[in-house]
């Protein structure tokens, strides 16, 4: 079956600085790739989501890319804040299942 | 906007009772799912559950767990003896189609004694 693999577990960044979360997956047969943000004690929120058709997505300060060959695929933050702190989880999915990473804990430093 | 709704928020009970976690779809949704989340750790799949009948479900979902779609609303998770390790937030998520956005619940948290 699928896996998802995440890193890192913990990553903190000077506000206003770029971060960065990488994601690996297993299937070549995934072909949907959402990410999703979750606060303490909240829901999972989608924040941006890719199709295996293309290689690169943005939504305003946020990006994603994916290399399918290398079955990887990355979540871009740019010109974090304080907002932007949470529990960021990427995920791959096959035949209606969602498998997800372990998650990354953001944390942006004032 | 219309949201996934779930009821109770929290669920207290004894190892060993029945439990059912229920949960409002988005209204023309289509495809179904259960999630749970250990504390702290990261979101496990369950089921999916699409024109009345599951369509992928995970090791984790076992003869213990049920899914139902009683009405033409509702959606329940049914666990039948629960056990220590059930203790974990539910969350249920509905959306339109396969291989698309999935809008997430506010979850149930589950407590075993």
């Known amino acids: 079956g699928e896996n998802v693999e995440q890193h890192p577990s913990t990553l903190s960044v000077q506000e206003g600085d770029s971060a960065v979360i990488k994601c690996t997956y297993s299937?070549?047969?995934?072909?949907?790739f959402p990410w999703y943000k979750q606060e303490l004690g909240k829901r999972p929120q989608l924040i941006i989501d890719i199709r295996s058709n293309v290689g690169e997505k943005k939504d305003q300060r946020i990006a994603v890319t994916l290399n399918k060959t290398a079955k990887h695929f990355s979540l871009h933050i740019t010109e974090t804040q304080p907002e932007d702190s949470a529990v960021y989880f990427c995920?791959?999915?096959?035949?209606?299942?969602?498998?997800f990473g372990k998650g990354t804990r953001l944390h942006i430093l004032p | 906007e219309p949201e996934v709704t779930q009821t109770p928020s929290h669920q207290v009970t004894q190892m060993g009772q029945e439990v059912i976690l229920r949960c409002v779809p988005i209204s023309n949704h289509l495809y179904f799912y259960w999630y749970r989340q250990i504390l702290g750790q990261k979101v496990e799949f369950l089921v999916s559950?699409?024109?009345?009948?599951?369509?992928?479900k995970s090791e984790i979902f076992d003869d213990q767990f049920s899914v139902e779609r009683p009405d033409g609303s509702n959606f329940t998770l049914k666990i039948r003896s629960t056990k220590l390790e059930d203790s974990a937030m539910y969350f249920c998520?509905?959306?339109?189609?396969?291989?698309?956005?999935?809008?997430f619940g506010p979850g149930t948290r589950l407590t075993v004694l």
């Open positions: 995920a791959a999915i096959r035949d209606d299942k969602i498998i």
């Open positions: 998520a509905s959306g339109l189609a396969a291989y698309n956005e999935q809008f």
């Open positions: 559950f699409y024109n009345n009948e599951i369509s992928e």
């Open positions: 299937d070549s047969a995934s072909n949907y």
